[in-house]
């Protein structure tokens, strides 16, 4: 495994922009997650993709955070005019579900990326 | 809904003591419990998980858990404690495979910070 990549590691913008986030997950995974983690607070689930419907979101994705993961493989996440309470760590995780979990000795453990900080100037 | 409550955000100890880091779920259904560890301006990495069978599991870097279904409990704990397992811990917990979605419903983290 490679691992899960996310890019930028960093970004810094001014309130009322947008930013784009990518994320490639390992690459035999089919489920992708994105969470939320503020300071000093644990992740909070914001949304997920089965190859490349999404299939559940958050009451935590305003109309404002849009995602996509148009082949089934890298995802983005793109938050449209940014607001300081955006400011958090966004964490990208993959996972391995069904029976393609057993034919490779996993069971769903979902695998982190290291994280796109964000900050909201 | 399901939830975690993780008692002590700051946990402290002296390096070889025991570690204890501890972990209550609530879940209406048969859950699936995980420990991830980050370190500064890093993502998570998984310790040790809890799916099925044996309720005492074994993790990376001598870690382990119990599961204890009638105290809704799975605690994390490190006989000897390293200077290297200072980080912020975290308990998780999901629904299961038999519900379809995984998604991870966190607790706040405990930072385990390791005295000379």
């Known amino acids: 495994d490679t691992g899960v990549s996310q890019d930028p590691r960093h970004k810094i913008t001014k309130r009322g922009q947008n930013v784009t986030f990518r994320c490639d997950p390992i690459?035999?995974?089919?489920?992708l997650y994105w969470y939320r983690q503020t300071l000093g607070q644990g992740p909070e689930f914001l949304t997920y993709?089965?190859?490349?419907?999404?299939?559940?979101k958050s009451r935590l994705l305003s109309d404002r955070f849009s995602a996509e993961r148009p082949k089934g493989s890298f995802s983005t996440l793109e938050i449209q005019r940014t607001e300081q309470g955006d400011s958090a760590m966004y964490l990208c995780?993959?996972?391995?579900?069904?029976?393609?979990?057993?034919?490779?000795?996993?069971?769903?453990?979902?695998?982190f990326g290291p994280g796109t900080r964000l900050t909201v100037l | 809904a399901q939830s975690v409550t993780q008692l002590g955000s700051h946990v402290s100890v002296s390096e070889g003591a025991l570690v204890l880091l501890r972990c209550n779920y609530s879940s209406s259904v048969p859950p699936y419990l995980f420990w991830y560890v980050q370190y500064p301006n890093q993502g998570l990495q998984l310790l040790l998980k809890?799916?099925?069978?044996?309720?005492l599991v074994k993790g990376i870097n001598g870690f382990e858990a119990e599961f204890k279904k009638s105290e809704t409990s799975f605690h994390l704990t490190k006989p000897s404690a390293h200077m290297s397992d200072a980080a912020e811990y975290f308990c998780?917990?999901?629904?299961?495979?038999?519900?379809?979605?995984?998604?991870?419903?966190f607790g706040q983290g405990t930072r385990l910070t390791i005295n000379p």
């Open positions: 993709f089965q190859n490349e419907a999404q299939l559940e």
């Open positions: 995780a993959s996972s391995l579900s069904g029976s393609l979990a057993g034919l490779f000795g996993r069971s769903d453990t979902q695998y």
């Open positions: 690459s035999e995974h089919n489920r």
């Open positions: 809890y799916t099925t069978g044996a309720t």
């Open positions: 998780a917990v999901s629904e299961g495979l038999r519900q379809g979605a995984q998604k991870l419903v």
